[in-house]
């Protein structure tokens, strides 16, 4: 009878304990895992049909695990700095803790791989992007005339524009989109607000942490950028609208140029089709909140 309680109590306590899983999303990082003696798999299909069926197992005993995007090059780099031997379960197993904390993950829900999989590369991309940026904005330094922090100042400033363009759109579905030309790449933030209504709106803080980064880094650099808003209600038509970075504050697209930046492709500057049923539009007024009232360095 104890045997069977002490038993009973081990599985309870399982359903407490989260776990996290490194996943090896691409056939490239696979196949850098195989040099690896102690890794045991061959083919990339078989282990990522594995690592579903496993989550499907651990969600049916009552866990929570997360999913963190393995990156051989990190992991070596990890082991040399460690000291561990990177050809061992156990240095994978130490890393796999590490991403836990620090790296992208995504929970597991009871999604399929191939959806959990393209969410991990997003949150992989986010989380990329946010630390550039941020070690951008940190190494502008000082304003010459006033002392103060370029970096710092510019991020307030982009919270407050950010909260402005989200407090006057109207109810629906949110899908904010900001471009910002830093040589030598074009850096895009995306935030997304579900199901907004008057006066309440949810928004994913990572997501809002990168925006508000990304828009900081234009406004402290003075370069090119750009929001573009796309808002979705039922039974209406989406509407698209956006502005212009200019200076600190925010200038509005007309609904031509609207046009041309939504059916416009970042990277290539292929034109895009225009979708049927939606209005291209000026913005609604930002209002005195949303214009620069201090200091321009």
Not at 19 to 43: C, H, S, W
Not at 57 to 70: D, E, I, M, R, S
Not at 134 to 144: F, H, Q, Y
Request: glycine share 8%; charged share 25%; proline share 4%.
């Amino acid at each position: 009878m104890a045997h069977t309680q002490h038993h009973t109590m081990r599985r309870v306590l399982r359903r407490e304990i989260a776990g996290t899983i490194g996943l090896l999303t691409d056939e490239q990082d696979f196949r850098a895992m195989r040099r690896y003696r102690t890794f045991a798999f061959d083919d990339h299909t078989t282990y990522l049909r594995q690592v579903e069926a496993l989550l499907k197992t651990l969600a049916a005993q009552g866990g929570h695990t997360t999913v963190a995007l393995f990156d051989p090059e990190e992991y070596a780099e990890y082991c040399a700095g460690s000291g561990l031997e990177p050809d061992t379960p156990a240095s994978r197993t130490l890393f796999t803790a590490q991403l836990a904390a620090t790296g992208p993950t995504v929970p597991y829900d009871g999604q399929p791989l191939d959806e959990l999989v393209p969410d991990l590369v997003d949150e992989a991309v986010r989380r990329a992007t946010w630390e550039y940026a941020t070690t951008l904005l940190a190494r502008i330094g000082t304003c010459a005339t006033c002392g103060e922090d370029i970096g710092r100042a510019s991020f307030i400033r982009a919270a407050h524009l950010l909260t402005r363009v989200v407090d006057t759109a109207g109810p629906g579905d949110l899908h904010l989109v900001c471009s910002v030309s830093t040589a030598p790449d074009t850096i895009v933030a995306v935030l997304r607000a579900e199901s907004r209504t008057e006066g309440a709106t949810r928004l994913d803080e990572s997501e809002a942490l990168e925006f508000t980064t990304v828009l900081a880094l234009g406004i402290a650099t003075r370069s090119a950028a750009g929001l573009v808003m796309r808002t979705t209600t039922r039974d209406a038509t989406d509407r698209v609208y956006g502005w212009r970075l200019r200076g600190d504050d925010l200038e509005p697209l007309t609904a031509g140029e609207v046009f041309d930046a939504y059916c416009t492709d970042l990277e290539s500057g292929d034109l895009v089709s225009p979708e049927s049923g939606v209005d291209y539009c000026v913005p609604p007024d930002l209002g005195d909140e949303g214009k620069r009232t201090g200091h321009t360095h």
